[in-house]
């Protein structure tokens, strides 16, 4: 059967490499194996292979080059190639499900919400605002910081989208955002009782929730100060979006910066905990910040733009904890890359883990060193894919830097931790804390 499989699947020029079982192909194996699996398969094949993989026939390059030229040539037929689920959970004007004009129009109307400009005259204050509220409180306490951080990651990106509603809508939105996300990476079968058929009826639920929300705010000639207002108001803005537009974009901007912010927190909380001088010269670095303030001065935009060593901090657990592996594309046409044909409609993994660990890029590479990113030209290194690249560059790198140093300035100027337990964290296929990550917390 293995044999059959790959010759069912050879043709001539297509990159090296085994397809596994019909159907299953290799998945098992990549998700037990993770990096290793990846590590593997290089040695044996090179940068560039094919496998069978999240239910695809699928390329995977960990080549730098490559992958950078992907990213950058979607007008090629690179296009994204998010699995089924994802798309029909997150709706057919989801910025993951369109290209071309289409995207450029719906990332336009992103990018009004979220942009430099915007987050410093309006959202940067809220975040602050929010923040205060995630993080009243916790002297004494025993607390999961992955659970903390979840929380905080949707209710302040769901207070910057819908400003007045009532805590009950929240926490309606929330029981079902989690079903939506749990959907939305499992396989789409749709039959009461499994993990897509709840997905989806979420997604229904959060649609109900929103055009009640939208209703009520068409009826009244109140005005509110948040996104969803800006995108049904359409104040000062050129892109008009129909109202199953709005209701995908809402969902995006809760989706793409949830599990990314979050993450990321709890990992920064985590190094620092582990690295004593990292984490002194965080809190320097925010006390400086507050001793010029009143306790209830808000950051302030000139504020966040000091915050040299927190930036550097944030980069620095992107790149170890590899919040980001990789993403996914395919192919609209049979195209050659780098010498090889990938065939129409096959899946690519432009996989970029394997750069935040090389030694020439970054010495030490698994070393927790966030002053490495003083250098500011490591940003902007042609091979560093943190937030992606190309025209899918993540729209809301800002956004989501803004929240997380935000969340550091509160956590770290009130409180000390220590770690109960030392559990255990997962880093592939994703990075978590199966267990959570439990802290004992007291004021600083
Ligand atoms: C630390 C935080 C974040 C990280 C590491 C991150 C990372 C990424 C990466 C790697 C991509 C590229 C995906 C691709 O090429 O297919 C991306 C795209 C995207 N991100 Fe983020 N992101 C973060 C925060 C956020 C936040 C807060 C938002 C909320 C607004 C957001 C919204 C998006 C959207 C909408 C896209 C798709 C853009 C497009 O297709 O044009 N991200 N992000």
Known sequence: ILKWNEMRHSR??????????????????????????????????????????????????????????????????????????????????????????????IRGSLLSLIAPSTIKDQLLSKVDKYMRICLHNLDGETIDIQEQTNDMALFISFKLIVDTESSSVYDAFKAEFSKLLIGSLSLPIN??????????????????????????????????????????????????????EIIDQTITILYSGYETVSTTS???IKYLHDHPRALQELRDEHFMIQNGKKPEEPI???????????????????????????????????????????????????????????????????TFNPWRWLDKSLESHRYCFLFGGGSRLCPGKELGIVTISTFLHYFVTRYRWEEIGGEEIHKFPRVEAPKGLHLKVLKY
Not at 20 to 30: H, I, M, T, V
Not at 222 to 242: A, F, I, P, T, W
Not at 305 to 316: G, L, Y
Request: proline share 6%; hydrophobic share 35%; net charge positive.
């Open 300 to 366: 302030e935009w000139t504020d966040y733009k000091s915050m040299t060593f927190t930036h550097a901090v944030i980069f620095e657990t992107l790149r170890l904890a590899t919040i980001v592996n990789g993403v996914l594309r395919k192919t609209t046409k049979e195209m050659k890359l780098k010498g090889f044909v990938i065939p129409k409609e096959w899946r690519i993994y432009v996989y970029t883990r394997e750069i935040n660990y090389d030694p020439i890029l970054y010495p030490e590479p698994l």
């Open 12 to 105: 001539k020029g297509v990159p090296p490499g085994t397809m596994g079982w019909p159907f299953f192909g290799e998945n098992a194996e990549f998700l037990r194996q993770g990096p290793d699996f990846m590590k593997n398969k290089k040695a044996r094949y090179g940068p560039v292979f094919k496998t069978h993989i999240l239910g695809c026939p699928t390329i995977i390059s960990v080549d730098p080059e490559l992958n950078r030229y992907i990213l950058l040539n979607e007008g090629k037929g690179l296009v994204p190639g998010y699995p089924q689920s994802m798309l029909d959970i997150l709706g057919k004007c989801n910025i993951s499900a369109v290209y071309g004009t289409t995207h450029k129009y």
């Open 266 to 268: 709890m990992m920064a």
């Open 191 to 244: 039959f009461p009782g499994t993990n897509y058929h709840r997905g989806f009826q979420a997604r229904k639920n959060i649609i109900k929730i929103m055009e009640q929300i939208i209703k009520k705010r068409r009826a009244s000639s109140m005005n509110h100060d948040d996104m969803l207002d800006n995108l049904v108001r359409n104040v000062d803005s050129k892109y008009e979006l129909s109202d199953e």
